[in-house]
């Protein structure tokens, strides 16, 4: 039971290729925008025709294009939430409810959504005079009165304020609840995500990776596109100095003397600007170098393979202006402030990684909390002190 | 006095208004959904707005004369579209048309597809869709088509009087009746004529501004 689909869509340029299951469950697939969201929920309701491939839903074949299978979407029973709602305007909130249902049920149909989204009062309204929340719940009671097995929700929150945005999550919430339809939505933003789904996957470039239940993804992302779009605003390549057959636990900066001469590597770095902590005892051990934020950590080969980057949330970097307030984190790094953004609970820094020469590297992204924050108001340009630690690292493709 | 050419093009035109109805907003729904050859077909569909109405008088003057195929087979069964009132329909039907057509697909083209694409998941029939979500969305637009091809229509000159001729009574409409009152030198006939059209499509114009006014404040609620 539930949706199964496996699909290929290409257009000059852009290739869409996707493949997930969704139960009875809220699964959403969280992209930025031109990534191919929306294509997808338009391939599952029959609006677009993939090239290739095959949808199931509930053991009926939607779409499968060996045995040249093809549902209309009228034939699909799949309810699309559209992004601007798409009520008709012509009709009035109890006929856009009813529009779909059969003349001799029509009535007692349209009374029931109404009541059920508490819409009494508004039956012989015009669309275009009802409040935004209000379409969301007109859209939602006329998608549920045509009785579909799936429901489609694209990005359904986006234009609304954050007040409106809570209350239309808690009515999703609610639907699922209330009428146990398996809902697949798609949302650029990962609050919408986090808060709405049970299982999640990341779209990007047309492919869609890292599926998994949403704390497990959000807590290891995989690639730098899923880092990125589930919040993760520090980012880095790194590369390989050394590889070792078995490491030294104790070591610190090991394979240095590995790096090239003549390099701007660190050949004689201060236990100032970076330490090392080792991952873990047990062999064998890689030691990476990150360029862009002057630090080398070691990881442990098989955990290492394919990784060519680092992430770090903000929330995870310690500031100070003193190094030893930093002592409990194994990397300590140089930093310059460029500036701060505050907002209103917590607030943004934005810094810049120095080495020894007072050089400028890469930028660091650090969110402290108001409540916590040891450093409020520091002016742009001080110097100050950046811990990280690597048990913190997102390892990324 | 005779009143001949004005009812003649009253009914005239009525009639090539009822067939461009339906005949131009199908064409609109076509090629407004068409993936290839669009640009094809929609050149054809315009074409006669564009070209001289004598040019257009004359194509079809060649295609339901006697010495075409077409022309011939409906000789057979007594039919005569040449020099006939049959003939100043057609003529206004062909001139007519592109008005029609393209502010139907203009239409078309504005509307959200959504509320198509809608209709479809709730599984409303395509035909379903065209009449209770298109057709309503869209009436301001083909009320203007059609008030513009009424207009159009009645003031045909060019194509009737190459297809149709200038016989009084017979197919002597109000823009042929004024040629000829001019022609004769009957300038209070001409001015007669003159008035009753600018009448007819000045109150016509007026008409669908009213419509589309109402429609927008409806649309506003």
Known sequence: ?397 | MDWSPLTLSLRAAGIATVITFFIGIFAAWKVAWMRHGAGIWDAVFTLPLVLPPTVVGFFLLVFFGKASGIGKWLAQFGIQIVFTWVGVVIASTVVAFPLMYRTARGAFEQMDTDLIDAGRTLGLSETAIFWRVVFPNCLPGIISGTVLTFARALGEFGATIMLAGNIPGKTQTLAIAVYSAVQLGHYEAAYRWVAVIVTISLLSILGMNAVNARQKQKGRG
Not at chain 1, 62 to 91: K, T
Not at chain 1, 212 to 238: D, H, L, S, Y
Not at chain 1, 316 to 326: H, K, M, P, S
């Open chain 1, 1 to 397: 039971m539930g949706l199964t689909v496996a699909i290929e869509k290409s257009y000059p340029g852009f290739t869409l290729e996707t493949a997930f299951d969704v139960e009875d469950e809220i699964f959403a697939v969280l992209g930025e925008s031109g990534c191919g969201k929306s294509l997808t929920l338009k391939c599952i309701a029959g609006i677009e025709k993939p090239d290739r491939g095959r949808i199931v839903l509930n053991d009926r074949v939607l779409y499968d294009s060996e045995a040249g299978i093809n549902l209309p979407p009228q034939q699909r029973r799949v309810g699309y939430l559209f992004q601007q709602y798409a009520l008709f305007p012509n009709m009035t909130v109890a006929e856009n409810i009813g529009v779909a249902v059969p003349k001799d049920k029509r009535e007692a149909v349209v009374a029931r959504f109404i009541r059920d989204f508490s819409l009494d009062g508004m039956e012989s309204q015009a669309p275009a005079t009802l409040s935004g929340g209000q379409k969301q719940q007109v859209a939602l009671a006329r998608m549920l009165a045509a009785d579909p097995e799936l429901i489609l929700l694209d990005e359904p929150l986006s234009a609304l304020d954050s007040n409106l945005r809570m209350e239309l999550q808690l009515q999703i919430l609610d639907v699922f609840d209330r009428y146990r339809k398996p809902i697949l939505f798609v949302s650029h933003s990962r609050d919408e995500v986090y808060a709405l789904s049970h299982r999640l996957g990341i779209i990007h470039g047309g492919h869609m990776d890292c599926v998994g239940a949403k704390e497990e993804v959000f807590a290891n992302p995989e690639t730098q596109a899923g880092a990125r779009v589930t919040g993760c605003k520090n980012i880095a390549g790194i590369e390989v100095v050394a590889a070792e057959q078995a490491a030294s636990a104790s070591a610190e900066m090991p394979g240095i003397s590995e790096i090239p001469a003549g390099s701007e590597k660190p050949d004689e770095a201060e236990a100032s600007r970076t330490s090392v902590v080792s991952a873990a005892p047990d062999p064998p051990a890689v030691s990476f170098w990150c360029e862009d934020w002057q630090l080398s950590f070691k990881g442990r080969a098989e955990e290492m393979e394919g990784i060519a980057a680092i992430g770090i949330r903000a929330h995870e970097i310690g500031v100070a202006l003193d190094r030893e307030d930093l002592a409990a984190f194994p990397i300590v790094v140089r930093g310059r402030l460029e500036r701060s953004l505050p907002m209103p609970f917590e607030t943004f820094r934005f810094i810049r990684v120095v080495d020894d020469e007072g050089r400028l590297h890469g930028r660091l992204t650090q969110a402290a909390p108001e409540k916590d924050d040891h450093l409020p108001d520091l002016p742009a340009g001080s110097d100050l002190w950046l811990g990280l630690d690597p048990g913190d690292f997102l390892k990324l493709k």
